[in-house]
Protein backbone atom coordinates (compact mmCIF):
# COMPACT_ATOMS: atom_id res chain seq x y z
CA UNK A 1 0.00 0.00 0.00
CA UNK A 2 1.19 3.40 -1.02
CA UNK A 3 2.08 5.91 1.76
CA UNK A 4 -0.70 8.93 2.23
CA UNK A 5 1.50 11.98 1.76
CA UNK A 6 0.00 15.00 3.58
CA UNK A 7 -0.60 18.00 1.51
CA UNK A 8 1.36 20.91 1.66
CA UNK A 9 -0.83 23.09 4.24
CA UNK A 10 -1.64 19.97 6.82
CA UNK A 11 2.25 19.39 6.71
CA UNK A 12 2.85 23.31 8.08
CA UNK A 13 -0.44 22.57 10.71
CA UNK A 14 1.16 19.14 11.65
CA UNK A 15 4.71 21.67 12.18
CA UNK A 16 2.82 24.22 14.17
CA UNK A 17 1.33 22.61 16.12
CA UNK A 18 4.00 19.61 16.90
CA UNK A 19 6.57 22.68 17.71
CA UNK A 20 4.02 24.14 20.42
CA UNK A 21 3.61 20.28 21.64
CA UNK A 22 7.19 19.71 21.93
CA UNK A 23 7.82 23.02 23.43
CA UNK A 24 5.10 22.06 26.18
CA UNK A 25 6.68 18.68 27.02
CA UNK A 26 10.19 19.78 27.07
CA UNK A 27 9.56 23.00 29.21
CA UNK A 28 9.15 21.56 32.77
CA UNK A 29 12.09 19.86 32.62
CA UNK A 30 14.52 22.79 30.69
CA UNK A 31 16.95 23.40 33.50
CA UNK A 32 16.20 27.32 33.35
CA UNK A 33 12.50 26.32 33.74
CA UNK A 34 12.90 26.33 37.58
CA UNK A 35 10.61 23.64 37.82
CA UNK A 36 10.03 23.12 42.17
CA UNK A 37 9.83 19.71 41.45
CA UNK A 38 12.89 17.72 40.42
CA UNK A 39 11.21 14.72 38.25
CA UNK A 40 12.84 12.27 35.94
CA UNK A 41 9.63 10.68 35.02
CA UNK A 42 8.63 10.47 31.17
CA UNK A 43 5.01 11.35 30.56
CA UNK A 44 2.53 10.59 27.69
CA UNK A 45 0.69 14.03 28.47
CA UNK A 46 1.28 17.40 29.58
CA UNK A 47 1.27 18.08 33.33
CA UNK A 48 0.51 20.71 35.71
CA UNK A 49 4.15 22.02 37.38
CA UNK A 50 5.08 24.93 39.53
CA UNK A 51 7.60 27.59 38.44
CA UNK A 52 9.89 29.83 40.90
CA UNK A 53 9.66 32.68 39.29
CA UNK A 54 11.91 35.84 40.43
CA UNK A 55 10.06 38.81 38.45
CA UNK A 56 8.26 41.22 39.27
CA UNK A 57 9.22 39.37 42.78
CA UNK A 58 9.62 35.78 43.79
CA UNK A 59 6.66 34.17 43.73
CA UNK A 60 5.22 30.45 42.26
CA UNK A 61 3.31 30.25 39.53
CA UNK A 62 1.53 27.18 38.22
CA UNK A 63 2.14 26.29 34.97
CA UNK A 64 -1.48 24.44 33.63
CA UNK A 65 -0.87 21.33 31.31
CA UNK A 66 -0.05 22.00 27.99
CA UNK A 67 1.10 25.93 28.47
CA UNK A 68 4.43 26.67 25.97
CA UNK A 69 7.14 29.06 26.53
CA UNK A 70 8.99 31.71 24.97
CA UNK A 71 10.26 29.03 22.11
CA UNK A 72 6.53 28.79 20.61
CA UNK A 73 5.62 32.40 21.98
CA UNK A 74 8.09 34.12 19.88
CA UNK A 75 7.28 31.84 16.25
CA UNK A 76 3.30 33.11 16.82
CA UNK A 77 4.99 36.73 17.71
CA UNK A 78 7.18 36.11 14.17
CA UNK A 79 3.71 34.95 12.60
CA UNK A 80 1.87 37.60 13.11
CA UNK A 81 4.21 40.05 11.74
CA UNK A 82 4.76 38.25 8.87
CA UNK A 83 0.97 38.44 8.96
CA UNK A 84 0.77 42.65 9.34
CA UNK A 85 3.06 43.17 6.55
CA UNK A 86 6.15 45.10 6.69
CA UNK A 87 7.22 42.22 9.20
CA UNK A 88 10.92 43.03 10.23
CA UNK A 89 9.73 46.11 11.59
CA UNK A 90 6.52 45.31 12.87
CA UNK A 91 8.89 42.20 15.22
CA UNK A 92 11.66 45.16 16.07
CA UNK A 93 8.87 47.89 16.75
CA UNK A 94 5.91 46.19 18.29
CA UNK A 95 6.05 42.44 18.70
CA UNK A 96 9.63 42.54 20.48
CA UNK A 97 9.38 44.81 22.88
CA UNK A 98 5.58 43.76 23.78
CA UNK A 99 7.16 40.35 24.41
CA UNK A 100 8.55 41.55 27.57
CA UNK A 101 5.21 42.26 29.31
CA UNK A 102 4.15 38.07 28.97
CA UNK A 103 7.66 36.32 28.16
CA UNK A 104 7.85 32.77 29.32
CA UNK A 105 11.30 31.54 30.23
CA UNK A 106 13.03 34.24 27.90
CA UNK A 107 16.80 33.46 27.16
CA UNK A 108 19.23 36.73 27.79
CA UNK A 109 20.33 37.18 24.75
CA UNK A 110 16.62 37.63 23.77
CA UNK A 111 15.55 39.74 26.81
CA UNK A 112 18.32 41.83 25.86
CA UNK A 113 17.51 42.15 22.35
CA UNK A 114 13.72 43.23 23.35
CA UNK A 115 14.63 45.71 25.71
CA UNK A 116 17.04 47.10 23.51
CA UNK A 117 14.34 47.30 20.97
CA UNK A 118 12.30 49.04 23.08
CA UNK A 119 14.42 51.84 23.10
CA UNK A 120 14.59 52.07 19.73
CA UNK A 121 17.94 50.89 19.34
CA UNK A 122 18.78 47.43 17.69
CA UNK A 123 21.31 45.27 19.20
CA UNK A 124 24.39 45.95 17.06
CA UNK A 125 24.09 49.95 17.61
CA UNK A 126 24.61 49.87 21.10
CA UNK A 127 27.65 50.77 22.44
CA UNK A 128 28.68 47.24 23.81
CA UNK A 129 28.03 44.89 20.98
CA UNK A 130 30.05 42.26 22.49
CA UNK A 131 27.86 40.04 24.08
CA UNK A 132 25.35 40.14 21.11
CA UNK A 133 27.90 38.98 18.40
CA UNK A 134 28.70 36.38 20.84
CA UNK A 135 24.94 35.27 21.34
CA UNK A 136 24.90 31.47 19.31
CA UNK A 137 22.08 30.49 21.47
CA UNK A 138 18.92 28.49 19.75
CA UNK A 139 16.79 31.46 20.66
CA UNK A 140 16.61 32.96 17.05
CA UNK A 141 16.30 28.65 15.29
CA UNK A 142 13.26 27.89 18.03
CA UNK A 143 10.93 30.89 15.87
CA UNK A 144 11.96 30.67 12.09
CA UNK A 145 9.07 28.12 11.01
CA UNK A 146 6.61 30.77 10.38
CA UNK A 147 8.96 31.96 7.33
CA UNK A 148 8.65 28.90 5.85
CA UNK A 149 5.16 28.52 5.73
CA UNK A 150 4.68 31.90 4.19
CA UNK A 151 6.90 30.80 1.73
CA UNK A 152 5.35 27.90 0.62
CA UNK A 153 4.03 29.08 -2.70
CA UNK A 154 7.19 30.26 -3.97
CA UNK A 155 10.18 27.86 -4.67
CA UNK A 156 13.22 30.29 -4.03
CA UNK A 157 15.29 28.97 -0.90
CA UNK A 158 17.92 32.31 -1.44
CA UNK A 159 14.78 34.29 -0.59
CA UNK A 160 13.53 32.19 2.24
CA UNK A 161 16.93 32.67 3.80
CA UNK A 162 17.41 36.06 3.01
CA UNK A 163 14.22 36.29 5.72
CA UNK A 164 15.49 33.80 8.34
CA UNK A 165 18.96 35.15 8.44
CA UNK A 166 17.23 39.22 8.75
CA UNK A 167 15.33 37.34 11.51
CA UNK A 168 18.04 35.85 13.67
CA UNK A 169 20.50 39.01 13.28
CA UNK A 170 17.30 40.93 15.48
CA UNK A 171 18.80 39.45 18.59
CA UNK A 172 21.79 37.13 17.96
CA UNK A 173 25.08 37.69 16.02
CA UNK A 174 27.36 34.73 16.52
CA UNK A 175 27.49 32.30 13.49
CA UNK A 176 26.33 29.71 15.50
CA UNK A 177 22.93 31.13 15.50
CA UNK A 178 22.45 32.06 12.19
CA UNK A 179 23.70 28.83 10.59
CA UNK A 180 21.92 26.54 13.56
CA UNK A 181 18.88 28.84 11.78
CA UNK A 182 19.39 28.27 7.98
CA UNK A 183 19.85 24.78 8.20
CA UNK A 184 16.33 24.46 10.34
CA UNK A 185 14.73 26.33 7.59
CA UNK A 186 16.76 24.56 4.85
CA UNK A 187 15.70 20.86 6.78
CA UNK A 188 11.70 22.25 6.85
CA UNK A 189 11.81 23.32 3.64
CA UNK A 190 12.74 20.13 1.76
CA UNK A 191 10.15 18.20 3.86
CA UNK A 192 7.80 20.95 3.20
CA UNK A 193 8.72 20.02 -0.70
CA UNK A 194 8.86 16.25 -0.07
CA UNK A 195 6.06 14.77 -2.19
CA UNK A 196 7.45 10.74 -1.43
CA UNK A 197 8.25 8.74 0.99
CA UNK A 198 11.04 9.75 2.79
CA UNK A 199 14.25 7.09 2.70
CA UNK A 200 16.26 6.51 6.06
CA UNK A 201 18.53 9.42 6.93
CA UNK A 202 17.73 11.05 3.76
CA UNK A 203 17.01 14.03 5.57
CA UNK A 204 20.42 14.10 6.67
CA UNK A 205 22.44 13.12 3.75
CA UNK A 206 20.14 16.26 1.74
CA UNK A 207 21.28 18.71 4.26
CA UNK A 208 24.93 17.86 3.70
CA UNK A 209 24.41 18.10 0.52
CA UNK A 210 22.64 21.60 0.57
CA UNK A 211 25.59 22.71 2.71
CA UNK A 212 26.40 25.58 0.48
CA UNK A 213 22.93 26.85 0.39
CA UNK A 214 22.31 27.14 3.80
CA UNK A 215 25.51 27.80 4.86
CA UNK A 216 26.73 30.01 2.04
CA UNK A 217 28.36 33.36 3.68
CA UNK A 218 26.55 36.42 4.46
CA UNK A 219 26.13 38.74 0.69
CA UNK A 220 27.87 41.63 1.27
CA UNK A 221 24.90 43.29 -0.73
CA UNK A 222 22.15 42.08 1.76
CA UNK A 223 24.05 42.28 5.10
CA UNK A 224 26.63 45.15 4.22
CA UNK A 225 26.17 47.39 7.07
CA UNK A 226 26.23 44.56 9.43
CA UNK A 227 28.89 42.74 8.27
CA UNK A 228 31.03 45.72 8.91
CA UNK A 229 29.68 46.18 12.15
CA UNK A 230 30.93 42.87 13.21
CA UNK A 231 34.17 43.37 11.72
CA UNK A 232 34.78 46.29 13.97
CA UNK A 233 33.37 44.60 16.76
CA UNK A 234 33.89 41.27 17.34
CA UNK A 235 36.42 39.59 19.56
CA UNK A 236 36.78 36.85 16.68
CA UNK A 237 37.24 37.13 12.57
CA UNK A 238 33.40 36.52 11.78
CA UNK A 239 34.32 35.08 8.43
CA UNK A 240 36.86 32.69 9.93
CA UNK A 241 34.47 31.81 12.89
CA UNK A 242 31.83 31.35 10.05
CA UNK A 243 33.23 28.91 7.95
CA UNK A 244 35.11 26.88 11.58
CA UNK A 245 31.38 26.92 12.62
CA UNK A 246 29.87 25.41 9.33
CA UNK A 247 32.70 23.26 8.88
CA UNK A 248 31.65 21.45 12.45
CA UNK A 249 28.40 21.07 11.69
CA UNK A 250 28.66 19.44 8.30
CA UNK A 251 31.11 17.04 9.92
CA UNK A 252 28.36 16.50 12.81
CA UNK A 253 26.35 15.80 10.08
CA UNK A 254 28.41 12.79 8.64
CA UNK A 255 28.76 11.74 12.34
CA UNK A 256 24.95 11.65 12.07
CA UNK A 257 24.32 9.56 9.13
CA UNK A 258 27.23 7.43 10.55
CA UNK A 259 25.24 6.54 13.36
CA UNK A 260 22.12 6.05 11.30
CA UNK A 261 23.62 3.10 10.01
CA UNK A 262 23.68 1.06 13.17
CA UNK A 263 19.85 0.71 13.01
CA UNK A 264 19.01 -0.70 16.16
CA UNK A 265 21.89 -0.61 17.50
CA UNK A 266 21.73 2.54 17.89
CA UNK A 267 21.59 4.78 21.16
CA UNK A 268 20.36 8.40 21.71
CA UNK A 269 21.91 9.26 24.80
CA UNK A 270 25.64 8.70 22.97
CA UNK A 271 24.87 10.15 19.94
CA UNK A 272 22.85 13.03 21.55
CA UNK A 273 26.20 13.66 23.90
CA UNK A 274 28.29 13.70 20.92
CA UNK A 275 26.47 16.48 19.43
CA UNK A 276 26.98 18.50 22.50
CA UNK A 277 23.81 18.62 24.10
CA UNK A 278 24.51 17.76 27.66
CA UNK A 279 27.45 20.25 27.46
CA UNK A 280 27.82 23.62 28.63
CA UNK A 281 27.03 24.96 25.20
CA UNK A 282 23.57 22.27 24.78
CA UNK A 283 21.75 25.57 24.29
CA UNK A 284 23.41 27.17 20.95
CA UNK A 285 21.66 27.11 17.75
CA UNK A 286 23.91 24.66 15.69
CA UNK A 287 23.67 21.85 18.85
CA UNK A 288 19.52 22.40 18.27
CA UNK A 289 19.07 21.84 14.66
CA UNK A 290 22.06 19.10 14.93
CA UNK A 291 20.41 16.93 17.65
CA UNK A 292 16.91 17.62 15.67
CA UNK A 293 17.77 16.41 12.51
CA UNK A 294 18.84 13.41 13.91
CA UNK A 295 16.07 12.47 15.79
CA UNK A 296 13.46 13.19 13.05
CA UNK A 297 15.83 10.77 11.00
CA UNK A 298 15.82 8.31 13.30
CA UNK A 299 11.98 8.54 14.42
CA UNK A 300 10.25 9.56 11.37
CA UNK A 301 7.77 6.89 11.55
CA UNK A 302 7.41 7.12 15.18
CA UNK A 303 6.74 11.42 15.81
CA UNK A 304 5.39 10.85 19.02
CA UNK A 305 8.85 8.94 20.33
CA UNK A 306 10.73 11.46 18.21
CA UNK A 307 9.23 14.42 20.44
CA UNK A 308 9.24 12.46 23.42
CA UNK A 309 13.11 11.70 23.76
CA UNK A 310 14.18 15.22 23.69
CA UNK A 311 11.31 16.66 25.61
CA UNK A 312 12.78 14.42 28.90
CA UNK A 313 16.65 14.04 27.84
CA UNK A 314 17.28 16.26 31.09
CA UNK A 315 20.27 18.19 31.25
CA UNK A 316 20.11 19.02 27.45
CA UNK A 317 17.87 22.22 26.51
CA UNK A 318 14.62 20.00 26.08
CA UNK A 319 11.88 22.59 25.33
CA UNK A 320 13.58 24.08 22.19
CA UNK A 321 15.13 20.51 21.15
CA UNK A 322 12.13 19.16 21.46
CA UNK A 323 10.57 22.19 19.44
CA UNK A 324 12.58 22.02 16.62
CA UNK A 325 12.36 18.15 16.43
CA UNK A 326 8.81 18.59 16.65
CA UNK A 327 8.55 21.45 13.95
CA UNK A 328 10.59 18.98 11.27
CA UNK A 329 8.47 15.72 12.52
CA UNK A 330 5.37 17.91 11.86
CA UNK A 331 6.18 19.24 8.53
CA UNK A 332 6.96 15.59 7.61
CA UNK A 333 3.89 13.60 8.60
CA UNK A 334 1.28 16.25 8.80
CA UNK A 335 -1.56 15.69 11.70
CA UNK A 336 -3.07 12.67 11.58
CA UNK A 337 -0.32 11.03 13.99
CA UNK A 338 -1.22 13.59 16.76
CA UNK A 339 -2.69 11.89 20.10
CA UNK A 340 -5.66 13.08 21.22
CA UNK A 341 -4.18 13.99 24.75
CA UNK A 342 -1.25 16.38 22.92
CA UNK A 343 -4.36 18.16 21.11
CA UNK A 344 -4.78 20.16 24.64
CA UNK A 345 -1.44 22.07 23.52
CA UNK A 346 -2.13 25.98 24.55
CA UNK A 347 -3.78 27.82 21.44
CA UNK A 348 -4.48 24.56 19.62
CA UNK A 349 -7.05 26.21 17.54
CA UNK A 350 -5.06 29.76 17.43
CA UNK A 351 -1.74 27.56 16.13
CA UNK A 352 -4.17 26.11 13.34
CA UNK A 353 -5.31 29.75 12.82
CA UNK A 354 -2.15 31.55 12.23
CA UNK A 355 -0.68 28.44 9.68
CA UNK A 356 -4.49 29.39 7.33
CA UNK A 357 -3.47 33.11 7.23
CA UNK A 358 0.70 32.52 6.45
CA UNK A 359 -0.32 30.11 3.91
CA UNK A 360 -2.80 32.69 1.89
CA UNK A 361 -2.07 35.69 0.45
CA UNK A 362 -4.79 37.53 1.74
CA UNK A 363 -3.77 36.66 5.09
CA UNK A 364 -4.34 40.13 6.78
CA UNK A 365 -7.23 40.78 5.15
CA UNK A 366 -8.76 37.66 6.79
CA UNK A 367 -6.95 38.39 10.11
CA UNK A 368 -8.86 41.93 9.96
CA UNK A 369 -12.20 39.80 9.16
CA UNK A 370 -12.03 38.06 12.06
CA UNK A 371 -11.11 40.40 14.35
CA UNK A 372 -14.58 42.40 13.49
CA UNK A 373 -16.13 38.95 14.10
CA UNK A 374 -14.52 38.80 17.53
CA UNK A 375 -15.71 42.27 18.13
CA UNK A 376 -19.46 40.84 18.27
CA UNK A 377 -18.70 38.69 21.21
CA UNK A 378 -18.79 39.41 24.67
CA UNK A 379 -16.00 40.97 26.62
CA UNK A 380 -13.94 44.22 26.33
CA UNK A 381 -11.53 44.52 23.84
CA UNK A 382 -8.60 46.92 24.17
CA UNK A 383 -5.99 48.39 21.84
CA UNK A 384 -2.46 46.93 22.12
CA UNK A 385 0.38 47.45 19.83
CA UNK A 386 0.52 44.18 18.52
CA UNK A 387 -3.52 43.90 18.11
CA UNK A 388 -6.63 43.76 20.16
CA UNK A 389 -6.60 41.95 23.20
CA UNK A 390 -9.79 40.96 25.96
CA UNK A 391 -9.14 40.28 29.74
CA UNK A 392 -9.87 36.48 30.79
CA UNK A 393 -9.64 36.13 34.10
CA UNK A 394 -6.62 37.39 37.62
CA UNK A 395 -5.42 35.63 40.20
CA UNK A 396 -3.66 37.05 42.59
CA UNK A 397 -0.66 35.28 44.46
CA UNK A 398 1.86 36.35 47.27
CA UNK A 399 5.25 37.42 46.43
CA UNK A 400 7.98 37.38 48.66
CA UNK A 401 6.44 38.77 52.43
CA UNK A 402 4.82 41.68 51.83
CA UNK A 403 3.68 41.58 47.74
CA UNK A 404 0.89 40.34 45.36
CA UNK A 405 1.72 39.47 41.91
CA UNK A 406 -1.57 39.56 40.40
CA UNK A 407 -1.50 37.12 36.94
CA UNK A 408 -3.76 38.60 34.27
CA UNK A 409 -4.82 36.00 31.68
CA UNK A 410 -5.77 37.43 28.44
CA UNK A 411 -7.31 36.13 24.82
CA UNK A 412 -5.79 37.84 21.85
CA UNK A 413 -8.08 38.26 18.50
CA UNK A 414 -7.19 35.47 16.67
CA UNK A 415 -6.90 33.35 20.05
CA UNK A 416 -3.65 33.27 21.73
CA UNK A 417 -3.37 33.00 25.38
CA UNK A 418 -0.78 35.78 26.83
CA UNK A 419 -0.33 36.09 30.96
CA UNK A 420 0.90 39.16 31.99
CA UNK A 421 2.04 40.34 35.36
CA UNK A 422 1.72 43.04 37.97
CA UNK A 423 3.19 43.44 41.17
CA UNK A 424 1.70 45.52 44.40
CA UNK A 425 3.22 46.05 47.59
CA UNK A 426 0.81 45.63 50.48
CA UNK A 427 0.79 45.66 54.57
CA UNK A 428 0.89 42.52 56.72
CA UNK A 429 -2.72 43.38 57.35
CA UNK A 430 -3.59 43.99 53.50
CA UNK A 431 -1.87 39.94 53.87
CA UNK A 432 -4.76 38.66 55.82
CA UNK A 433 -7.38 40.20 54.61
CA UNK A 434 -6.27 38.45 50.94
CA UNK A 435 -6.57 35.23 52.94
CA UNK A 436 -9.83 35.27 54.26
CA UNK A 437 -11.34 36.31 50.99
CA UNK A 438 -9.76 33.52 49.55
CA UNK A 439 -11.90 31.06 51.61
CA UNK A 440 -15.38 31.96 50.22
CA UNK A 441 -16.39 28.89 48.65
CA UNK A 442 -19.81 28.31 46.75
CA UNK A 443 -20.92 24.77 45.80
CA UNK A 444 -22.84 23.59 42.40
CA UNK A 445 -26.54 22.45 42.08
CA UNK A 446 -25.15 19.11 42.15
CA UNK A 447 -28.78 17.84 39.19
CA UNK A 448 -27.87 20.17 36.87
CA UNK A 449 -25.55 19.26 33.49
CA UNK A 450 -22.58 21.85 33.04
CA UNK A 451 -23.62 23.14 29.37
CA UNK A 452 -26.82 23.99 31.25
CA UNK A 453 -25.17 26.68 33.56
CA UNK A 454 -26.96 30.19 34.15
CA UNK A 455 -24.34 31.94 34.96
CA UNK A 456 -25.72 35.20 35.96
CA UNK A 457 -27.08 33.01 39.00
CA UNK A 458 -23.86 32.42 40.30
CA UNK A 459 -23.60 34.93 43.04
CA UNK A 460 -19.88 34.64 43.93
CA UNK A 461 -17.41 35.38 41.31
CA UNK A 462 -15.21 32.31 42.62
CA UNK A 463 -16.59 29.20 42.80
CA UNK A 464 -14.48 26.22 44.47
CA UNK A 465 -15.14 22.92 45.59
CA UNK A 466 -12.23 22.49 48.72
CA UNK A 467 -10.93 19.71 49.62
CA UNK A 468 -11.77 18.98 53.41
CA UNK A 469 -9.22 16.62 53.48
CA UNK A 470 -6.08 18.84 52.18
CA UNK A 471 -5.20 22.08 50.43
CA UNK A 472 -5.90 21.60 46.88
CA UNK A 473 -8.76 23.20 45.22
CA UNK A 474 -11.22 23.12 42.34
CA UNK A 475 -11.63 26.60 41.76
CA UNK A 476 -13.53 28.22 38.56
CA UNK A 477 -14.55 32.08 38.00
CA UNK A 478 -17.16 33.43 36.02
CA UNK A 479 -15.25 33.84 33.12
CA UNK A 480 -13.69 30.45 33.35
CA UNK A 481 -17.22 29.13 33.30
CA UNK A 482 -18.64 30.97 30.40
CA UNK A 483 -15.20 29.10 28.40
CA UNK A 484 -16.42 25.81 29.65
CA UNK A 485 -19.79 26.43 28.37
CA UNK A 486 -18.79 26.89 24.88
CA UNK A 487 -16.12 24.31 24.65
CA UNK A 488 -16.90 21.68 22.60
CA UNK A 489 -15.49 19.04 24.89
CA UNK A 490 -18.60 19.95 27.47
CA UNK A 491 -21.11 19.57 24.96
CA UNK A 492 -21.84 16.27 26.08
CA UNK A 493 -24.52 14.28 28.73
CA UNK A 494 -21.86 14.75 31.55
CA UNK A 495 -23.75 15.62 34.81
CA UNK A 496 -22.15 18.41 37.45
CA UNK A 497 -23.02 14.56 39.88
CA UNK A 498 -19.69 13.14 37.95
CA UNK A 499 -17.45 16.40 37.40
CA UNK A 500 -17.63 16.17 40.93
CA UNK A 501 -16.70 12.86 41.64
CA UNK A 502 -13.51 13.48 38.95
CA UNK A 503 -12.97 15.96 41.10
CA UNK A 504 -12.68 14.50 44.44
CA UNK A 505 -10.95 11.49 42.39
CA UNK A 506 -7.84 14.22 41.50
CA UNK A 507 -7.66 15.61 45.17
CA UNK A 508 -7.92 12.27 47.10
CA UNK A 509 -6.81 9.45 45.35
CA UNK A 510 -3.50 9.18 44.14
CA UNK A 511 -4.15 7.98 40.39
CA UNK A 512 -3.36 8.96 37.07
CA UNK A 513 -5.57 10.78 34.62
CA UNK A 514 -6.07 7.77 32.62
CA UNK A 515 -7.22 5.26 35.18
CA UNK A 516 -9.19 7.89 36.21
CA UNK A 517 -10.94 8.40 32.97
CA UNK A 518 -11.73 4.97 32.69
CA UNK A 519 -12.86 4.76 36.05
CA UNK A 520 -15.86 7.33 35.11
CA UNK A 521 -16.02 6.32 31.09
CA UNK A 522 -15.25 9.44 30.26
CA UNK A 523 -12.61 11.20 27.89
CA UNK A 524 -8.72 11.35 28.95
CA UNK A 525 -9.53 14.76 27.71
CA UNK A 526 -12.25 15.61 30.08
CA UNK A 527 -10.07 14.29 33.07
CA UNK A 528 -7.17 16.49 32.09
CA UNK A 529 -9.81 19.62 31.28
CA UNK A 530 -10.85 19.69 35.06
CA UNK A 531 -7.79 19.05 36.21
CA UNK A 532 -6.18 21.92 34.72
CA UNK A 533 -8.72 24.06 37.23
CA UNK A 534 -6.85 22.39 40.19
CA UNK A 535 -4.82 24.45 42.47
Known sequence: MTAMIPTRLDKCK????????????????????????????????????????????????????????????LTLSVARS???????????????????????????????????????????????????????????????????????????????????????????????????????????????????????????????????????????????????VAYHNCDFEYAAEWEFVRSNMVDSLDFIRNSLKKGLMLDDVTVLTQLGCFSKENGAGDVAILAAIYLASRYANNPALGIKIPAFSFGADTDTIASITGGLLGMLCGTNWIPPEWKLVQDYDCLIRIVDLLFVDNGKQIAKFNLLEK???????????????????????????????????????LGQTLFTKEMERITSQQVNVENQLSQQTTLFDKNTAIKHIDVPTIKSEYTSIANLKGTRQFVLNSDNIILLQNDKRFNKNITIGKILK??????????????????????????????????
Open 14 to 73: GAMLATAIGDALGWPNEQRAKNKVKSTNVNDYFIEWTRRNSKPCYHDEKILPGEYSDDTQ
Open 82 to 228: IIAGNWEKFFIDKELPFWLRYERGGGGALLKAAKSCKQGVLPWQTNNTIDYFNAGGNGAVMRILPHIIANSREFNVANLLVEVIKDTIITHGHPRAVLGATCYAFALDYLLRKDSVLEYSELVSAVIDGQNVWGSYLGENEFRSWLE
Open 375 to 413: KKESGFWENTDIGRMRKVSSTNIQGGNYAIVTITKWESA
Open 502 to 535: IVRALIEENSTSDTIANQFHVELAMVELVKSYLT
